[in-house]
């Protein structure tokens, strides 16, 4: 009987699989799933915040710690870049329209927030407590 943090494992890994397979085969099909799921971009953060908090809910009751999965996100991070680096050309001018929007930390106020709490927490784990 697979636990929990073995059932978001394999969801995550069925749904890239699913993913890279329709990429191979017809790349511009996938659009459709992008347009759905970002129909309702308000809609889409309610849902992905919950969802986050739920999977850091119980990546902490099974015994990770904020520090453990800070690491892991510099991993996911690191190989993002890798992915995201091919396209730099097309990024950049979308990077430096979302830094020059003057409304762009009002917008991004919770998502802010979200990480200097993450931020204080990681620092407490490894200093304060240690």
């Known amino acids: 009987?697979?636990?929990?943090?073995?059932?978001?494992?394999?969801?995550?890994?069925?749904?890239?699989?699913?993913?890279?397979?329709?990429?191979?085969?017809?790349?511009?099909?996938?659009?459709?799933?992008?347009?759905t799921v970002y129909?309702?971009?308000?809609?889409?953060?309610?849902?992905?915040?919950?969802?986050s908090a739920v999977v850091l809910f119980?990546?902490?009751?099974?015994?990770?710690?904020?520090?453990?999965i800070f690491a892991v996100m510099l991993f996911l991070g690191l190989l993002a870049?890798?992915?995201v680096s091919v396209y730099a050309k097309e990024f950049l001018p979308l990077a430096r329209k979302m830094l020059k929007d003057r409304t762009f930390v009002k917008k991004s106020w919770l998502y802010i927030i979200i990480w200097i709490?993450?931020?204080?927490?990681?620092?407490?784990e490894i200093f304060a407590v240690a």
């Open 1 to 35: 009987m697979l636990d929990i943090i073995q059932w978001f494992a394999l969801i995550l890994a069925a749904v890239a699989l699913i993913k890279i397979i329709v990429i191979l085969i017809k790349p511009i099909s996938w659009i459709k799933v992008v347009d």
């Open 39 to 51: 129909a309702i971009p308000m809609l889409t953060a309610f849902i992905s915040l919950v969802l």
């Open 58 to 68: 119980y990546l902490i009751e099974a015994g990770f710690g904020i520090v453990d």
């Open 81 to 83: 870049a890798v992915g």
């Open 117 to 124: 709490v993450l931020i204080i927490w990681v620092f407490y």
